[in-house]
């Protein structure tokens, strides 16, 4: 009977092992690549590129920092042509902040209203708001051009964060958080004499941190990521957000792949960091208040 | 806790008020008020250092004259950029100047979009450009733009791999394409398959972008001149039913299918930088390889010869063109500015950083690189006068374009029924163009 | 009976500015573009020449006639119906599978994690290269263990799954992370007793885990949905459309056809179909997780 529970555990143990490199291999091999490329220039990239061979892929000769140094602007060419990967990261990690601080405050106002609030008809009003995440983003972007155009938006910096601060999917989130919480802890509240807005502050917001830790993250990844709008909101190259940037980068001449790849490896950098340092608080608040995330 | 947030906004709206700092270059004070002209083109970093050049020395051409101007370019890559002169038409943007690709000229002066500059191009002054250029840049009869370069396509290919192969490389004449043709014969020669796996390790030609630039030749090539497949579109610009689809081109069609599943000598899809990368002997491109093999490949042993054909050799030319947009409000500052950038003057910028084939009559005939006969650029000149054509003249260029890379997608995918899919997009072509029936009348 | 707070009727009405700044987001952002796209839907309308006619419900009547746009449904169905059970089953054992007290478990989450938060357009050159037929890893991969080589976006059978696959691969992770801080709040101590109970792990797995976490599964379900409906990205870099329309999902016909192919007017009524399936896919789904809103 020992035996047998020692075997279990040791097919266990092996499989978990397997499962483990299964899913490393397939989730880091296509960031391995770009990382490592990113220390090559373009003719050692291709050298070793195809037919692939495990000696191909991992020599370590040809390293070299140029890559990194183009994108950051720091080599002469990069200077003359303007490149500067800090610039549009900039760019975006401000937009994305922008963002999240506002939508904040402004998205927690209205989920509050929807999950606590008494108000004629209210059930309506959020179906008509849910509704608007349905239409795909590309068809609403041209009038939506038009509507930031009107706003005088258009190709300032303010496009990025004016049309997003805030969204039919967070408040809908935050919504489920909140009507996670307890309506108990508002009675105590009522019951000591607090208004709604003091309701807000005090009882719900410290409650649902985990949820808007969650909806911050999410909101931020999204604004991090965008193409599509910044593409054609955006034309003047200074203004440009990350995203954007690495696609300008393939021109109809053979591009500098040992730059692209450096500057995709940049581009990743701050957020993977940012995840990473929200994961831990993120998950030790999950587990100190015992609410479901 | 809340308190850090509420610093944290505060931090972040302050930033950002500063972020949006954009430096706008200011000129002079006293003359005439500064004017701003929007031009707006393709992303690219070479031709952002001659457009840097050609302002420069803009503002100092005629004593001065245009020293109150301020040039502001706005950049979209590729693909991007038709749609977004088409949304600062829309939105009544102030975009001065678009950079149009060629064959999109026709489409754009229909439309109205950009001005007819034939009242302010006298006829010595269009003599600067090839005359392949002027045709590209004109609609009915009148002139809409000057070109910014030009190109023409040559079969470059890797010495080295040509020698092994015991390829005679003395005569530049370009090989005939087709089952019994030199062509499949000489890259079967160059096609590597050492380890016999059924996938080479080499092919003999390469695979490029699958859109009409490279592959509208194919159709064209297989016919004798002015024939219908030559033709490849009506001459109402809008018929490509019997056109597109000709017998000699759908032959053609199979051809190329076959060089990639029934000979082996063609890679399926595009892989980037083939031939550099050792991948295929050789690649059939414009003049700007000379460029990308200095920077990036120093070492590879490259020259070129004419490219293949089936019937009748051909290449396609043209490349993008200035058009002043309708809706501008400083013609004259952009049209000076249009005239100077096209000009022998602002185009030799243009070939410093670019190193692409100029339009400018005078600079191809002069620079040292196109008129030394052993220089590859020699042999584009050359072939670009023999056998260069621009593209279909046709308004619903996009659309074609569109529906063309789709074709060929599928005829590379390895659709069987090639006739049937070549007639199904000559008719979907044909459809797509109907809604400018009547547009050069 | 719930203590509530004393005001008047008034006073009631105000509680709306609550939620006013993100209603007023929503208003000028999302409703006032829709409603310029449905004005439009009505007129023969083109980016370049404008306003040519109005047509009323013509468009509506030629798309329910348009094989293309019935195909192009087709396609996006199956991408959906490839794409949204894989996020989802994908999620749920990666979130089961990085919850276990396991060594290297953190590693695990933050690699799956890391396409999540790259640029998609890199991302889809860099698969692309890596199943080229010819030159590709993976196909290499394949002939090493005797298996023959597959043209995965050449082929018109396999173009889509492979695509839908690419972008499981740069979404679980968000998924996964929903999942895992779902798992965390189920409460320990009802798998002990129902171990001892003798309940087997599948058993417990399913009726204990699974109804615990129905609410994170009804986001990622929903979230899943729309990105399966949005699909843009991977289609234009990689496939256009092709081999044979095979990919020809929804969001890019009507690109197409609105900027390619000049008919803004046309595309835009596409749209306001997709819009009104989408919501009568979304109110389905959130019925069968049982929960009103």
Known sequence: MLIARRNERILKNILYVLFFCLITIIFIFPMAYVFGNSFRNTQAIWRNAYPFTLKSFFTIKDFTMDGYLYSLGLTDTARFQGVNITRNLMISLMSSLAVVAISMFVSTAAAYFFARLPFPKKNILLVLVVATMMIPQQVVTVPLYFVADFLGLINTFWALVVPWYSSPFVVFLLIQFISDIPYELDEAAIVDGANRFQILWKVILPNCIPGLLTVGLMEFQFIWNEYFWPLIAINRTKLQPIQVAIAAQFTDRAQNWGAVFATMVLASLPIILLFLFAQKYFYESVASSGIKG | MKRSLLCLLMIVLAVSLFAQGGSEAKSSTQGPKPVTIRVLKIDDPLEAMAFRDIVAEFRTIENGKYAHVNVEFDVKPFAELFPAITRAVATKSDVDIAMVDGPNVRHFAFNKVIKDLSAHFSAEELKTWAPQSIVEGSYAGKFYGPPLVQSAQLLWYNVDMFEQAGIDTSNKDGWKLGPNGDALANFQKLTIDKDGDGTPEVFGANTDGPWDYFYGVVGRSAGEKGSNAYKLVADDGITFTGYFDAPEAIEAYQFQQDMVYKYKVKSAQEITNQMFAGLSATHFYQDMMIGTQKDLFPDFNMDAMEPTYWTTPICHTGSWHYGILESTKNFDEALAFVKFAASDAGAKYVWKYKNQFPANVNLYNTIDEFVDPENPRHLLVQYFQKAGVPRIATPAYTEYNTLFTEFWRSLMAGEKDVAGLAKKYAAEMTKSAQQYKGWNK | ?293
């Open chain 3, 1 to 293: 009976m719930k203590t509530r707070i004393q005001g008047n009727k008034a006073s009631k009405y105000l509680l709306i500015l609550f939620a006013v700044p993100a209603l007023l987001n929503f208003l000028v952002f999302r409703y006032l573009p829709i409603f310029w796209a449905l004005r439009t839907s009505f007129y023969d309308y083109s980016l370049l020449a404008g306003f040519r006619g109005f047509i009323g419900l013509g468009n509506y009547v030629t798309i329910f006639q348009d094989s293309a746009f019935l195909q192009s449904m087709g396609v996006t169905l199956r991408y959906f119906l490839y794409y949204v059970p894989s996020v989802v089953i994908l999620a749920l054992i990666l979130g089961m599978f990085v919850s276990l007290p396991k060594p290297g478990v953190g590693f695990l989450r933050a690699i799956i994690f890391i396409p999540v938060v790259t640029s998609f357009v890199v991302v889809s050159i860099v698969w692309g290269m890596l199943l080229n037929k010819d030159v590709g890893m993976v196909n290499a991969i394949l002939q090493n263990f005797g298996l023959p080589r597959i043209p995965f976006l050449m082929n018109t059978k396999t173009a889509l799954p492979t695509v839908a696959l690419i972008s499981v691969w740069k979404n679980v992770g968000y998924s996964m992370i929903i999942i895992v801080a779902g798992l965390k709040g189920v409460d320990k101590s009802l798998y002990e007793s129902a171990y001892l109970d003798g309940a087997s792990s599948l058993r417990i797995y399913w009726s204990i885990t699974l109804p615990m976490i129905s609410r994170q599964l009804m986001f990622i379900t929903i979230w899943a949905t729309l990105q399966a409906f949005q699909s843009f990205v991977p289609i234009q870099t990689l496939t256009g459309g092709g081999p044979n329309k095979a990919t020809n999902v929804i969001v890019y016909h009507i690109y197409n056809i609105g900027f390619n192919f000049g008919r803004m007017g046309y595309a835009i009524s596409m749209s306001i179909v997709l819009l009104v399936i989408l919501l009568l896919v979304s109110i389905i789904q959130m019925k069968m997780f049982k929960r009103d809103y």
